[in-house]
């Protein structure tokens, strides 16, 4: 009789035709093939659409940066100011402040324009010097007040004696100015 | 057919595919055949194996390979006997069909007699009497490959040999 101590001699005679052999191993490695084939088919595709994805997003980053502003067509419109940019036209007069030097003409239409430069930059300086931030006022003036600066920037604000209404729909208090551009 | 560049050495050990499939595939089919005793399957089992120590280049160390080819091929096995379509369709009336060489033919009948047995034991018994009688894994070799303690593969060959000598006893009184 056998004893279990002897199961692997066992094996070997009961055993004996069953190895595997080539056409197993054939098996094996024609199966790897197959199931390579399509993952490296994933992994180009996975690359592709990540390496899509970004250059649309430089794409998307150029081209916010280099947008102007949008200009306001008539009285009463907001400024509308494009993401990006380095260029003093993107921010609201008030809130970063400007060189008054700068301003070549001031026009408050309807009622006078002023072009000269020692005149323009005196209002600027008034401008930018007294007006202040209001809670209230009326922004149902028809006239409108551009600014021109030198590099060719225009500043448009909605006027309502003694109030400015800007493109960020801030209102500005600022009597002074216009007492000195009606003079 | 070309076969994927350097696939032959793939596995992060010292020996290559081809050295381990020469070494140890036989050993992984025989195992995988004596648990499921269906010869499909168990190439099947085989197949598996060898494809994921491929794919999944597993750092394999030295004088260990063996010990991996098997774990993963019992684990296999157990997912498939666990699957009751496998046991009811395929495995339903399971006959342990020996291979012997031709010059054996005839002179076989008792060790055909303790390799059905052996094929008759629960999973559980079956696993630790091949680990450790027909692959020689020690005990704690065999409880690091299944994840039990050392204490119930010695419990587990104990309480196979009582029920491989009473089936063997049985045979041989009929």
Known sequence: ?183 | MTFPAGSADRPSCSLSFDELYQNYATDVLRVAYYYLGNRELAEDVTQDVFVKLLTNCPSLEAGREKAWLLKVALNRCRDLWRSSWIKKVVLGHPGFECFPAPDMIGSLADQQTLSEAVNRLKPEFKEVVLLFYYQGFSVAEIADMLGIAEGTVSSRLSRAREKLQKELKGDEDQ
């Open chain 1, 1 to 183: 009789m056998n004893r279990i101590e002897d199961l692997r001699r066992v094996t070997d005679n009961t055993l004996h035709g069953l190895i595997a052999d080539d056409s197993l191993k054939f098996r094996i490695l024609q199966k790897v093939s197959s199931e390579q084939e399509p993952r490296r088919r994933f992994t180009f595709r996975t690359v592709t659409a990540l390496c899509g994805a970004l250059a649309a997003l430089a794409v998307m980053v150029l081209a916010l940066n280099t947008l102007q502003p949008v200009r306001p067509g008539g009285p009463g419109e907001i400024n509308v100011f494009a993401a990006g940019g380095t260029g003093s036209e993107n921010a609201s007069l008030f809130r970063d402040g400007f060189d008054p030097g700068s301003v070549v003409s001031v026009e408050l239409e309807g009622s006078s324009a002023v072009t000269d430069a020692e005149k323009c930059a005196s209002l600027a300086a008034v401008l930018s010097g007294t007006a202040e931030n209001a809670d209230s006022g009326e922004s149902s003036g028809q006239e409108r007040l551009v600014l021109k600066l030198s590099d060719g920037t225009e500043f448009i604000f909605t006027a309502a004696d003694p109030y400015l209404f800007d493109g960020d729909g801030q209102c500005w208090y600022c009597p002074e100015f216009f007492s000195s551009i009606k003079e």
